[in-house]
């Protein structure tokens, strides 16, 4: 019996929400479930609505991404949950290959490389991912930027639970944080070198419409683990 993956999609006025859930429907995978967090959105709920009888589609008052992914990670019934923002897409074997990644290395997190494309839907760049030739380098990196997309992560819930779920008091860089708290956790972070998940820039995505807020946010989590990575990473090799 392969395992379970939940697939959670927060979801705020976003009006390319529909092409999100259709790539989560139409996975290789046989075993889904695809749980989307309406985040006290007011518009584009319509585009649900051919697919709501495959859907878990669950309302909420408004509380950001955070809130939405905890939420729909909680109610998860996977033994893998991935998240998926509305503007973004797998691609059709994101979920086989990863979970046979998974599996074969008894993982409890990865993520992979991604392709970007624009508001089109037109990708514009190719396997986009930053990589790193060691866990050494990689946690090195942690310390000052955030080199993980959200979206192509795949990881337990029980892992997502152990660690205390998202920080729901960071708007931009709760996926930062978390990261950071897997790593001094000493779990494994895998990377597979596939792009898997097309990412989408466009002018609305709050990554460029709150920049500034992000950076000082960013730098916050950074100078609150720095001492704690610095210990950790004199106690690896190389």
């Known amino acids: 019996m392969t395992p379970k993956v939940s697939i959670i999609i927060p979801f705020y006025n976003d009006p390319y929400i529909d092409e999100a859930v259709i790539s989560a429907l139409y996975q290789t995978y046989p075993n889904i479930e695809v749980i989307v967090i309406d985040d006290g ?7 649900l609505a051919p697919y709501r009888s495959r859907i878990h589609y669950i309302g909420k008052a408004n509380g950001g991404t955070a809130s939405a992914l905890n939420y729909g990670m909680q109610l998860a019934t996977g033994k893998y949950v991935a998240w998926l ?3 973004d897409r797998f691609m059709p074997d994101k979920i086989t290959k990863q979970v046979a990644y998974m599996e074969r290395m008894n993982a409890q997190i990865s993520h992979t490389d991604f392709d970007i494309m624009n508001e089109n839907s037109t990708v514009i ?4 991912a930053a990589k790193y030739p060691t866990s050494k380098a990689f946690i090195t990196a942690l310390k000052r930027v955030c080199p993980v997309n959200g979206c ?9 639970q152990s660690m205390g779920w998202f920080n729901q008091s960071l708007p931009y860089t709760h996926d930062y944080d ?6 001094l956790a000493q779990v494994d972070f895998h990377f597979i070198n596939e792009a898997l998940t097309v990412y989408r820039r466009h002018p609305q995505m709050g990554t460029i419409k ?3 807020t992000i950076k000082i946010e960013a730098q916050s989590i950074s ?3 720095e001492g704690r990575l ?7 090799p190389g």
């Open 125 to 128: 760049m190719r396997s986009a």
């Open 85 to 87: 923002s509305s503007d």
């Open 41 to 47: 959105s007011t518009q584009h709920q319509s585009k």
């Open 230 to 236: 610095d210990t950790l990473l004199a106690q690896l």
């Open 210 to 212: 709150h920049i500034d």
């Open 178 to 183: 978390l990261w950071i708290r897997v790593v």
């Open 223 to 225: 100078d609150l683990y």
């Open 152 to 160: 192509t992560i795949m990881m337990t819930k029980d892992l997502i």
